[in-house]
């Protein structure tokens, strides 16, 4: 073999070596080292009417709450995060961008046993995630948060609950609203989970959005691809105002 043979053979060699090393690496640091945090579950909900995650003092009564005794406006409280989950292919490896904030606002309207109005506003240019060069694209060119700082949620048609749930247990139901994002209004529906304990109201769930239709571009590149749509997760905490 010619030394200028042997030079291509060690350069492929090299090359391959080299890309298996990126791709290895890659891999290990979203799989292993630093995974994607998990989406907000059951446990969560939990978490949040847990009176060691609010303000809110403890009480030992575990009887159903008479629907007058629900009526009435609750805020938003402690342990409420809002954030958004995108799956992600970095160099070749599947993953998912997470980012998630608390700085939240809201109220609950309750009038028996119907949820006749909700709204939560989030500070979007607080959302984070394990990447400071992903949280500067998504403040920057993505979300634009100079110009369209926050993003809402607004109930537009009540949520029925037909009984008020034993403290403890969790029922499930669907929320019709508007979702403002990115300087656009849409009509979103969705199922959310709820739970009473505690003097709180927990809340979960999830928004699917189509980039697109709020106006934002897919911000895929060279070395990281994104799609076309995303997921808004929230688990929320009311405490009766």
Do not use: C
């Not at 709450?65 to 995060?81: H, I, K, N, Q, Y």
């Not at 076309?228 to 997760?233: M, Q, R, W």
């Amino acid at each position: 073999m010619s030394a200028m043979k042997k030079w291509i053979v060690r350069v492929a060699v090299l090359a391959v070596v080299g890309v298996g090393l990126v791709y290895g690496g890659i891999l290990l640091w979203t799989k292993v080292i630093d995974p994607p945090e998990d989406r907000f579950d059951s446990d969560d909900l939990a978490a949040v009417v847990d009176v060691t995650t609010t303000t809110v003092a403890a009480t030992d009564d575990t009887t159903i709450p008479a629907d007058d005794e629900l009526t009435g406006l609750w805020m938003v409280t402690d342990g409420s995060e809002v954030g958004y989950r995108v799956k992600e292919v970095l160099g070749g490896v599947d993953t998912e961008g997470v980012g998630r904030t608390d700085d939240v606002s809201g109220s609950l309207t309750i009038q028996g046993t119907s949820i006749i109005g909700t709204t939560f506003e989030v500070a979007v240019a607080t959302i984070t995630s394990d990447s400071t060069r992903r949280d500067s694209q998504f403040a920057g060119p993505i979300m634009e948060t100079a110009v369209y700082p926050t993003a809402t949620f607004q109930l537009t048609r009540p949520i029925e609950l037909g009984t008020i749930p034993a403290p403890g247990t969790t029922i499930t139901a669907v929320a019709v609203g508007e979702l403002t994002m990115h300087g656009v209004t849409r009509d979103v529906s969705f199922e959310v989970s709820a739970r009473i304990d505690n003097g709180i109201i927990g809340v979960l769930g999830g928004i699917e959005v189509l980039f697109s239709d709020y106006d934002i571009d897919n911000p895929s590149n060279g070395f990281v691809t994104t799609g076309d749509n995303g997921l808004i997760e929230f688990v929320l905490a009311f405490a009766r105002a």
